[in-house]
């Protein structure tokens, strides 16, 4: 098999942290007596634009990632 040169687009610190940062907030809850942190109940709203937003961030790098993927499909059938 041909080892081909990774073409990923290069991502800056700044453009990694934007997609990877989901929206939070300091949502707490008693459960049972015991406090609980949640800072992640946004992403259950999803509805709101923040959350399309990091939707759409993730779907687009998932995409990116498979482009740049699909020779190694081809290769794996051929095998």
């Known amino acids: ?3 081909g040169k990774s073409k990923r687009p290069a991502f800056t610190k700044a453009a ?3 997609a990877l ?3 939070h ?4 809850a008693i459960l049972h ?3 609980v942190k949640d800072p992640f109940r946004p992403l ?3 509805d ?3 959350t399309k937003a990091w939707v759409a961030r993730h779907n687009q ?3 990116d990632y498979m482009r740049d993927v699909k020779h190694v499909e081809a290769e794996v059938i051929e095998f």
């Open 33 to 35: 007596g015991k406090l």
């Open 48 to 50: 709101a634009p923040e």
């Open 21 to 23: 940062n989901p929206p």
């Open 1 to 3: 098999m041909k080892k």
């Open 44 to 46: 259950e709203n999803l």
């Open 25 to 28: 907030d300091d949502t707490q």
């Open 16 to 18: 990694l942290k934007r």
């Open 61 to 63: 790098r998932f995409e």
